[in-house]
């Protein structure tokens, strides 16, 4: 409680809230009724003329939920849930750097009470040190309702050694981020290099037809022209590359590319 006095003639008249804007300091509960606003910009209940003492009034968390959870959650941060957002879904970009050391760190967000969903996040979102976080009621995600997370993707080798390298990352991440394993699906995203040699294989373990020159790879390379792929190639007949005559896939590319109208 605070005593909060003023000459007449310099307060300002009374407000009234209807519930949903303020909580009591002192309970955490929520108030309905008059409240004024001092010099400082701090809310207080409308002085009560008996013994003219005056609670002092917190903005509400948004939104206001007076259950026990609330309570607890807003007595441990202070924290208000506007400044809290919903992990925002990330597509990773790679750079010159990436590509250099031969991996990507990716970074993700787990649902404490929901499992299941994962969710890729950027670097800007991902905030290491949680209690920092909460102390200093950080804008950002609520780290006590998500668990967040980085791991090291490879994406430089040959496809073998990739593939070896993501699955055991992803197994040890498993013991942080449970059911990480189901969402990176393709261990070989992002790979930057061609396939070449013994280890000419897709991700899913079929064999690359050995009469597809060494320029053949996934066109998400780095070496791969934007909008160019064997989905678009004139060469392109079915499944079949005319050219090599071997099968292909649509994702991917050779420097034979020339654009059709399939």
């Known amino acids: 409680m605070a005593n909060f006095y003023k000459p007449i003639y310099k307060q300002q008249p009374p407000k009234y809230t209807n519930g949903g804007q303020f909580v009591i300091q002192s309970s955490l509960k929520e108030y309905i009724g008059f409240y004024i606003q001092n010099s400082d910009g701090n809310y207080y209940t409308y002085p009560d003329f008996n013994n003219s003492v005056s609670e002092i009034l917190l903005q509400s968390p948004t939104p206001l939920k007076t259950d026990s959870n609330t309570i607890q959650y807003y007595?441990?941060?202070?924290?208000?849930?506007?400044?809290?957002?919903?992990?925002?879904?990330?597509?990773?970009?790679?750079?010159?750097?990436?590509?250099?050391?031969?991996?990507?760190?990716?970074?993700?967000?787990?649902?404490?009470?929901?499992?299941?969903?994962?969710?890729?996040?950027?670097?800007?979102?991902?905030?290491?040190?949680?209690?920092?976080?909460?102390?200093?009621?950080?804008?950002?995600?609520?780290?006590?309702?998500?668990?967040?997370?980085?791991?090291?993707?490879?994406?430089?080798g040959v496809y073998a050694d990739v593939i070896k390298n993501n699955r055991k990352v992803l197994n040890a991440a498993e013991r942080y981020v449970p059911g990480i394993s189901k969402y990176f699906t393709d261990l070989a995203e992002y790979i930057q290099v061609p396939m070449t040699g013994p280890d000419r294989i897709y991700t899913d373990g079929d064999a690359v037809p050995m009469s597809l020159p060494t320029s053949y790879q996934i066109r998400t390379s780095n070496q791969v022209p934007l909008g160019q792929a064997c989905a678009n190639c004139i060469f392109r007949f079915g499944n079949n590359c005319r050219k090599w005559e071997a099968e292909v896939r649509n994702n991917h590319w050779c420097r034979a590319w020339q654009l059709g109208n399939q």
């Open 75 to 156: 007595q441990m941060t202070r924290a208000d849930y506007s400044k809290k957002i919903y992990p925002i879904y990330y597509i990773p970009t790679v750079t010159q750097y990436d590509i250099q050391r031969g991996y990507l760190i990716r970074y993700v967000a787990q649902k404490i009470n929901e499992p299941n969903v994962i969710i890729e996040i950027s670097k800007e979102q991902f905030i290491p040190n949680t209690n920092l976080a909460i102390s200093k009621n950080v804008p950002g995600i609520d780290t006590n309702i998500w668990i967040m997370h980085n791991i090291n993707w490879t994406i430089n």
